[in-house]
């Protein structure tokens, strides 16, 4: 939702409006920030699962996952968290503002 924004932004009139959809963009990547952090929190509790455990040995636990190994996908995903925990920031100070000219000094 956030890339359609940003496109239909190409096609609207810089002012206002892009300050707008930068903010609605910024609220939107702070969701899926907390979406995808509470994703990674949880999946460690399914390691504790019978069928996991029927796969990985049964010494699986929690945060253990056994004879099984992760893998770099879920330290990969950990780091693009951590990434996109500044998007919503940038989305802030994307915008232009808007630029006035300066004004003539007058000499007495």
């Known amino acids: 939702m956030s890339c359609i924004l940003a496109i239909i932004n190409v096609f609207l009139p810089s002012g ?4 707008r959809i930068c903010t609605l963009a910024g609220y939107m990547q702070m969701a899926a920030v ?3 952090a509470s ?8 390691l504790n699962n019978k069928i996991v455990s029927d796969f990985c040995g049964n010494s699986t636990n929690i945060y ?3 004879n099984c190994k992760i893998g770099w996908g879920y330290m990969l995903a950990i780091v693009g ?3 996109s925990v500044f998007l ?6 994307a915008p232009k503002e808007p ?3 300066t004004p003539i000094p007058t000499i007495l």
């Open 16 to 19: 206002l409006c892009e300050r």
């Open 34 to 36: 907390f979406i995808m």
């Open 39 to 46: 994703g990674l929190l949880i999946y460690p509790f399914g």
């Open 64 to 66: 253990y996952a056994g």
């Open 81 to 83: 968290v951590m990434l």
């Open 88 to 93: 919503p920031f940038f989305a802030k100070y």
């Open 99 to 101: 630029t006035s000219p």
